[in-house]
Structure formats: structure tokens, C-alpha cells
């Protein structure tokens, strides 16, 4: 049914409600930067404190703008594009069949805490994420993104060997072709620790106290939450330096209109995502400048499937026709945002079905609420048990509103959080569904929440593409949807799976693209998820800063930048 918009947009207003640039503004810093000491120091203004830095072990883009100016990977993305190139390995092949990568490794490269980088620690690494009776797997760190992108550990994994066949080369064997596999290798959260490290520091590797040990540019110096996270230039780096920073400062500051302050009187020299009536301020001004990050990413609202009523697709799909989404872009999004459709962007490769259009129609919303059996709307809703094996049951164990769950911080994909929050709520009032906002705490809080499937609700979720391919997209999502997914709040769809794991396989792209496509449609006819927004990432500057290369995947290395005095 989600095939032909049958309206025109509404101009509703009273569904937005914005914060006024008068708000309270609390500044913690006192110096500017460039003051701070003769280090050429670039601060960038962050929306709020790291998860970790643990690389393998996080999923957010706070803690890998982090640790991607001092971890590196076997392949790095070229500056700027979603093409893969080298690294730590400078040269690759594969054997005829797909399933055998033989990587040549740079030699003389050192980790942070001098020891030598090699072979065996790239084996080391890999062996770590891969299994689960590692010394190294804690049982407390979640290797996420490996299960996602490399379908499971142990022997689910696509991965079946790594071996050191020489001091400087590296053998991966695969179970079966993966046309992302390069890709992959090029994302943050499968840079190259130190062995050493993580073995000397167990769990709190990652922590503020010990931070990361890698091999790139930059090193750990401190993270004092709340306050910065400091890092300073690794003088044994073995590669190219082209910029002239010796000290990058992480500063929290998760108001978007304080951030914008904040770079107007020089305390910090940059920050992503200022709100968008600052940015013209920010245009006009002879200090500062916009730079905007091609847009590659997605912004939408997920069902936890333990709500009874949300298992219902008629109730699904009423609240996806009451959300004006053009409405929200309109009011949130730089120019050049568009309504999203699908989980894969426009701007992807492969796998973007551009027949899918989702309409704005409460009237028709309200008509499939009464075909399902509710025609004076929802007031509350049934969470139902979950059994042994992980299966959602028929038990109801306990009634609850209507909640929405908002984002604690800004992200590139969702430029307000609860604002947004508060015209979706707004928009399922108007077809009688009784909404109300939820909070769930701190950006740490609510990633535990949401990969353990505790939200309990409708709740905001965005993705930035990692690695350019759709196997990190809506295959990193759903790729393993045959079974109940509690990250995915419960989501299951066996042929939604199916579709994606061929796909995964194949390295022709135009045998991928109808894959992908079928499994998007599946999940629009259904509302399964509801697409809200892709678009550019505004990113402010002062005018001392140059040399910055926006990547469409959000993983830029500050390594390139020059500041003038």
C-alpha cells in the first residue's frame, strides 16, 4: 500500500515546537583555544562524552570520531569517498573462488605503547572479536558490529581462518564469497589494537582511565567525562602527516545552540550538526564557515515487537500514515534533506528501491486503526513475555502507555531529538493514538536499552553508513532477522533475511540490486520500521581551520587538517 503519495504536504504547525535560541546556555571553558598553549590544538565541540574506546566494542559515532584519529585498520577508506585503499596492509589479493584474502602488512610500524605492530597481531585481533572463549572476548563487551558484519562468532562466522603466514602477511579464509569483505575491513570498529594492551588492562581497556593503543597519528593522553577527552600526536607514527594539529580536544557540549556559542567566541573550532536557523548566522559571519557532509544515512523510528499491539501491521501502518514526514524535514533539516522511504539511501551504490513512496494520510490512518480493531484509537498497550529460547509469547505481562522514545544527543541523522519526539506524539494524538515522550537516560543508557530490547515503545533510531556497501545498511540491521532480533526490538522476518544473505554473497552488483530492493519493499508493505529523513550534515568551522575532507560515511581523520594562527 505504501507505493503512491496521495496527498499534498500539510503545513501544521502546531505539531513543531522549537528551542529558542535564548535558552540557557552554560559554558564550562574559559580560555579560548587558541590561547590554550603554543600546540597547534583543533577542539571540536562533541554532542556529548564517548561510549568507550574500545573500537570493537561500541557502535556510536561519538566514541569512533575518537578513535579513528588514532586506530587504524588493513584497509583505509580514501579520503572523501566510500572507496577502500590501503592501510596497515598496502597491497591484497583474492584467490578465483572468493574465499581466500591474502594481505601484504607494512613493516616498521609500532603500537602507542612501542610495541611492534605485525602479522600475529592482526591475527590476534581478529581471534579476539571472532571468538567467544578468547581471553580478550570479556563476557561484558558486546562485539556488535563483528556479529553483524561477518554473520555471527565462533562458527557462524563468515570468517573460519586467520594465519599468520609470515611476519608481514595475513591469510583470511572465508566460508563464502562477501562482496563487502574489503569494505568491511576499512570500518573503525575493526582497527588494530595493541595485544599487549588490552591484555595488560582487560575490561577497562577502552575506559577513561586507559583509553586506546593503536598505531595511528594520534595517541590517548586523558578522557575526563563530562569535561574533554585529549589526544596528542604519536611522534613514531609511520605514515603520512599532512596537517600541522598536535593536539585534538573532544569537549561535550550537547546543546546545539551552546555548541554554536561556543564557536563564536572561539572556545571551541568546530562542531558538527548547529542547528538550522543558526546557520545562517553562521554563513554571514567573517569568522566562520559550513561545510556540509554529503548525505549517506537514515533517520527512523523502530518497533519493539513485544508490544502486542505493534505485531498488528494495520496498526503499524496507521501510525506510519500519520507522520507528515516531509513536515519534519521541512522544520529540522538543512536544504538538500529529503523524506526517507527505505532504510538504503538514495546516494548508495546498490539496493536503493526508488518505487517505494510513503504517504501522509491520518485520515487513512484512522480508518486502518478501525480495521484493526481499534476505532477509538490506543490509550495503552500490552508487553508481552519473552521465553527461554528469546521468542516473543502471547503472555501479557504488563500494560503500559503509549511510549516514544527520543534520542538524549544530537546525531548527524537527527538534528533534535526530543523536538522531533514531541510532533511525532503530536501526530499520533491527532489519529487517536495517546503518545507520550520517554526519556531513557544518557546516550550510553539508551544504546544498552535499545540492543537489549528494553525500550519499550516506538523509539528513534539513525544509521551513517560505514563502509559504502548495503550489507552495512540495511543488511547490518536484518541480516539475521530469521530469528527474534532483541536489538532490533524483537523484529523477525525470515524472508527479509533470506533475501539479505544472498545478497551478502554475491559481488555483481546488478545481481544484488533486486535483492535488496524485494527486501525493502517487504518492509514498507508492512511498516516494519518507519523511514523518516536522509540528508547532508551541516558541520561548522572557524575560518582558522583548512584541510578538512568531509566523508560521506562520517569517519574523517583530523590528521589532514591545518590551523593558522
Not at 503512491?4 to 504536504?9: D, H, P, Q, V
Not at 554563513?283 to 502486542?308: C, G, H, T
Not at 498488528?312 to 496507521?318: I, K, S, Y
Not at 500519520?322 to 546498490?350: K, L, S
Amino acid at each position: 500500500m505504501f507505493y503512491i503519495l496521495g496527498k499534498g504536504l500539510s503545513n501544521v504547525s502546531k505539531h513543531l515546537r522549537f528551542f529558542s535560541l535564548a535558552a540557557i546556555i552554560v559554558l564550562l571553558i574559559a580560555a579560548p583555544v587558541a590561547a590554550q598553549d603554543a600546540l597547534k590544538t583543533f577542539t571540536f565541540g562533541e554532542f556529548g562524552d564517548p561510549v568507550k574506546l574500545d573500537a570493537a566494542v561500541v557502535t556510536d559515532g561519538i566514541s569512533f570520531r575518537v578513535t579513528r584519529q588514532g586506530c587504524e585498520n588493513l584497509l583505509e577508506f580514501i579520503p572523501g569517498t566510500t572507496q577502500p585503499g590501503p592501510g596497515l596492509a598496502k597491497s591484497w589479493s583474492v584467490s578465483d573462488d572468493g574465499l581466500t584474502w591474502t594481505l601484504q602488512l607494512e613493516e616498521g610500524v609500532t603500537f602507542h605503547d612501542g610495541t611492534p605492530f605485525n602479522a600475529e597481531a592482526v591475527k590476534w585481533n581478529f581471534d579476539r572479536w571472532r571468538f567467544t572463549d578468547h581471553p580478550q572476548h570479556f563476557p561484558e563487551a558486546v562485539f556488535e558490529y563483528y556479529e553483524a558484519q561477518f554473520g555471527g562468532f565462533d562458527d557462524d562466522s563468515i570468517i573460519t581462518n586467520v594465519e599468520a603466514t609470515g611476519e608481514y602477511e595475513i591469510v583470511f579464509t572465508l566460508s563464502q564469497p562477501m562482496g563487502a569483505f574489503l569494505n568491511n575491513l576499512a570500518m573503525s570498529m575493526f582497527s588494530i589494537s595493541s595485544p599487549a594492551a588490552v591484555e595488560k588492562y582487560g575490561p577497562d581497556y577502552g575506559t577513561p582511565a586507559v583509553g586506546f593503543v593503536c598505531t595511528g597519528p594520534f595517541k590517548f593522553v586523558k578522557w575526563e567525562t563530562g569535561v574533554e577527552t585529549v589526544l596528542e600526536r604519536y611522534a613514531d607514527y609511520w605514515g603520512e602527516f599532512t596537517g600541522n594539529v598536535d593536539r585534538i580536544v573532544y569537549r561535550p557540549i550537547p546543546d546545539n545552540a551552546a555548541r554554536f556559542a561556543a564557536l563564536q567566541n572561539g572556545t571551541i573550532d568546530a562542531f558538527e550538526q548547529p542547528n538550522v536557523q543558526d546557520i545562517p548566522a553562521i554563513e554571514a559571519s567573517d569568522d566562520l564557515y559550513i561545510m556540509l557532509r554529503p548525505s549517506f544515512n537514515v533517520f527512523y523510528l523502530a518497533f519493539n515487537y513485544r508490544i502486542a499491539e505493534f505485531r498488528n501491521p494495520l496498526v503499524r501502518q496507521a501510525i506510519s500514515l500519520a507522520i507528515d514526514r516531509q513536515e519534519i524535514v521541512d522544520a529540522f533539516y538543512v536544504d538538500g534533506a529529503v523524506v526517507a522511504n527505505t532504510m538504503n539511501p538514495p546516494t548508495i551504490a546498490v539496493g536503493f528501491n526508488e518505487n517505494i513512496v510513503t504517504p501522509y494520510d491520518p485520515e487513512l490512518a484512522k480508518q486502518k486503526l478501525a480495521e484493526a480493531g481499534f476505532p477509538n484509537g490506543i490509550d495503552r498497550v500490552n508487553v508481552l513475555a519473552v521465553d527461554a529460547e528469546g521468542n516473543v509469547t502471547d503472555e501479557v505481562v504488563e500494560t503500559i502507555p503509549v511510549r516514544v522514545y527520543y534520542m538524549p544527543v544530537v546525531r548527524p541523522y537527527n538534528p533534535a531529538g526530543e523536538a522531533i519526539g514531541e510532533a511525532i506524539a503530536s501526530y499520533l494524538q491527532d489519529i487517536g493514538i495517546k503518545a507520550e515522550l520517554a526519556s531513557a537516560g544518557d546516550w550510553a543508557t539508551y544504546l544498552a536499552q535499545r540492543r537489549n530490547g528494553e525500550l519499550l515503545g516506538l523509539y528513534q533510531l539513525g544509521w551513517t553508513g560505514d563502509n559504502g556497501d548495503p550489507d552495512n545498511f540495511i543488511g547490518y540491521f536484518f541480516s539475521a532477522a530469521d530469528k527474534p532480533m532483541p536489538r532490533e526490538g524483537f523484529y523477525q522476518n525470515a524472508r527479509v533475511a533470506e533475501l539479505l544473505q544472498q545478497a551478502r554473497v554475491l559481488s555483481d552488483p546488478a545481481a544484488r540490486e533486486p535483492l535488496y530492493e524485494e527486501a525493502e519493499a517487504i518492509m514498507a508493505a508492512n511498516a516494519e520500521r518507519i523511514y523518516i529523513a536522509h540528508g547532508p550534515v551541516p558541520l561548522a568551522f572557524n575560518k582558522r581551520v583548512t584541510g578538512y575532507i568531509p566523508s560521506p560515511m562520517g569517519d574523517e581523520k583530523f590528521s589532514t587538517i591545518i590551523l593558522t594562527d
